[in-house]
């Protein structure tokens, strides 16, 4: 039986955890420390471990992994604790793309979508009434509905799998042992033989006045009871062009404010592309400014915030019912105690620096996920690195996880869906005259009786020249291009030539089928603009 070492304090409630799963300096956990363990110097190693393995983050990694161990007969504990946002919000356990992040986002941006489908269907016989009504409310509450179900899915396999769940925040404190502080400040300790943190990374707060009390980030939304109104979205990542997609498709009034450039480290040819859609929908783009300040300027349901912002050397206010944020993510991880454990880490992001078996400077230590230095940053990726981790970890499997050409897509109104290397990064790695692009504009057949817009959906194969044209990047963007990419992404895992995709026999009509028949290549200069049927 697990023995948990108990203590108990008088201090105050006043004191609580700080901001984005940081604990501030004047925290209680800070206190508690001193009064739990001293830890200047080493300690002895335990002669015996409480878990086989101790799991310490809930989302879709350390769930695999804390599964896949407790199959192969170990006993597992897992330890989730969410911080809540400056604004109060907090989920359960699944991590972040359960709650906050895939799950919610593709549900909105199905949303979104139907209303789109809406406005289409005239054309097609439907009789659509001329006004559409969408409840923001009716939509969250069954959002968040099938959430909460699968939070509680989660706990039940916890449960049927002998893992022990503690809803605690954890810490090392010395060699092979952490404590665990729950959300009533009890404080216990556990020992493990292995770790693995799967801790993930949280959405960053700009260092401008109002940012906290009066901003919303990814963390916020999806749950957001009122209606986001008049919204502004500060940032270009992923999650600012996905959040701006869904909320112009839901009628909302949207903006984006860009300091430099549109989903920074993807081909920005596709970026710029998806830019161009927003726009034709309605989005608003400021280029080249940034937020100075917020000032929450009316109370109520529908308040007014000013947003200050410095472009270039003018100075920009509006006004605004919603501020997001969605200036990048980073992992909060300074307050794990991985100093005392060795657990080295990048300086630069701070993320945690492992090897090709997601080890990291302490050898009984791991890291997966986003909280991992050099890992695609998806939750896909850290389910198979969790669970590939506990088959090395317990059985008798050698294989590890396979970090080149994963596959992903941004889900914007026309998404956008690739495997392999943008162009530039292609280019920057083989040299222009080794690269061969084939490419071409494309219609979808459903596009046509609504008469949509031509030249929006585009696609390209990036071929290695000196290689029979291997394909090393393939982008495409049009409906359902994540559906498309995932199918064709084992072409490239498995080294598929263009030769490849054009022997391949398309299924018509499709989108999927323009990535057989592409001959035009950049270098002929040659153009793919469609001109009419």
């Known amino acids: 039986m697990v023995t948990l070492k108990k203590f108990s304090t008088d201090i105050g409630c006043k004191d609580r955890i700080s901001d984005g799963g940081v604990l501030s300096n004047s925290s209680l956990f800070d206190k508690l420390e001193q009064k739990v363990l001293p830890l200047s110097g080493p300690e ?34 897992v330890c989730d604790f969410v911080v809540p946002t400056p604004t109060g919000t907090q989920w359960g356990v699944g991590g972040t793309c359960v709650n906050v992040g895939c799950v ?31 409840d923001w409310f009716e939509m969250i509450t069954e959002i968040q509905n099938y959430v909460k179900s ?15 769940y503690f809803n605690a925040y954890a810490q090392f404190i010395g060699p092979n042992r ?45 749950s957001l009871e009122r209606s986001p109104g008049r919204t502004l979205i500060v940032g270009a990542s992923y999650v600012a062009l996905e959040c701006a997609g869904f909320l112009i498709g839901l009628g909302f009034d ?51 915030l000013k947003v200050t912002s410095q472009k270039d050397t003018e100075v920009i206010v509006g006004e605004y019912n919603t501020v997001l944020l969605a200036v990048g993510r980073e992992p909060r991880i300074k307050d794990l105690g991985l100093e005392i454990v060795g657990v080295k880490l990048n300086s630069d992001n701070g993320r945690i620096i492992c090897n090709d078996k997601d080890q990291t400077s302490c050898p009984y230590i791991y890291a997966i996920g986003d909280v991992a230095n050099n890992r695609p940053q ?11 981790l506990s088959r090395r970890l317990f059985g008798k ?58 030249n929006v959906c585009y696609a390209k194969l990036i071929c290695l020249k000196k290689d029979h044209e291997r394909v090393v990047g393939l982008h495409i ?43 035009i290549t950049k270098a002929s200069g040659l153009s793919v603009l469609r001109t009419g049927c």
């Open 378 to 388: 998806l939750t896909p990726v850290a389910i198979h690195a969790g669970k590939f």
């Open 150 to 164: 699968l939070n509680f899915g989660y706990r039940k396999i916890f449960r049927e799998k002998g893992i022990a």
């Open 477 to 519: 963007l049009g409906p359902n291009a994540g559906e498309i990419t995932q199918g064709y992404a084992i072409g490239l895992k498995l080294g598929a030539k263009k030769s490849d995709f054009s022997n391949l026999i398309g299924i018509h009509p499709t989108c999927a089928e323009i990535l057989t028949t592409m001959e």
């Open 254 to 304: 949207c903006t984006v404010m860009v300091r430099s450039i549109l989903l920074r480290g993807y081909d920005q040819q596709m970026a710029n592309m998806v830019g161009q859609h927003l726009t034709s929908l309605g989005v608003k783009f400021i280029y080249k400014c940034v937020p100075i300040s917020i000032e929450k300027i009316s109370e109520g349901v529908a308040s007014r």
């Open 397 to 454: 499997c050698k294989v590890l996880t396979d970090y080149i050409n994963v596959p992903s897509t941004v889900f914007t109104p026309i998404e956008y869906g690739f495997v392999g290397l943008a162009e530039e990064v292609a280019i920057e790695v083989y040299g222009k005259n080794n690269i061969e692009v084939y490419h071409t504009h494309f219609q979808p057949l459903e596009f046509v009786i609504p008469a949509k817009e031509d």
């Open 44 to 77: 002895p190693l335990p002669k015996s471990h409480d878990y086989d393995l101790v799991v310490i983050g809930g989302g879709s990694g350390g769930i695999a992994a804390a599964k896949e161990a407790a199959v192969l007969g170990k006993k597992v504990a």
């Open 178 to 222: 952490i404590k665990m502080t729950d959300k009533k400040m009890t404080v216990s300790e556990i020992t493990g033989q292995h770790f693995i943190i799967a801790v993930g990374e949280r959405p960053k707060y700009l260092h401008i006045p109002g940012a906290n009390e009066f901003a919303i980030t990814s963390d916020d939304i999806f």
């Open 104 to 134: 919610p986002k593709k549900l909105m941006h199905k949303a979104a979508l139907l209303n789109m489908d809406l406005q289409d269907a005239r054309c097609f016989g439907w009789k659509v009434p001329e006004r559409i009504k969408h």
